[in-house]
């Protein structure tokens, strides 16, 4: 399974994108990352961000997201129901072991 992760998009986000499974983010990269979310979508790529040690903060970035983590618990079991995001984890597994 082919992943890439966002630091290693080049400039042209959507070439960047062919031919992966998965785009991985971390919490910092999210509001950099508009244009490679929505090339996500058109490359059927999905999209997975690690979370964790950060406050989530809801906007239109959960709509391409497709595995969360986060640090706690009780936030996994929220967001989970009130994200729309497919699966929102808290755990200590690196994210690369949780994609599918």
């Known amino acids: 399974m082919r992943t890439i992760?966002?630091?290693?998009?080049?400039e042209d986000i959507r070439a960047s994108l062919q031919g992966h499974r998965w785009l991985v983010l971390?919490?910092?990269e999210v509001p950099r990352a508009t244009a490679a979310l929505a090339f996500s979508e058109l490359e059927d790529v999905l999209v997975a961000v690690d979370?964790?040690?950060?406050?989530?903060e809801d906007g239109l970035w959960m709509r391409a997201v497709h595995l969360l983590l986060?640090?706690?618990v009780d936030e996994?079991?929220?967001l989970q129901s009130t994200s729309g995001i497919t699966k929102v984890l808290a755990t200590?597994?690196?994210?690369?072991?949780?994609?599918?």
């Open 92 to 100: 200590d597994q690196p994210i690369e072991e949780l994609l599918w």
């Open 76 to 78: 996994a079991t929220g």
């Open 5 to 10: 992760s966002f630091s290693q998009l080049g």
């Open 26 to 28: 971390i919490a910092d």
């Open 51 to 56: 979370h964790r040690g950060s406050d989530v």
């Open 70 to 72: 986060v640090s706690d």
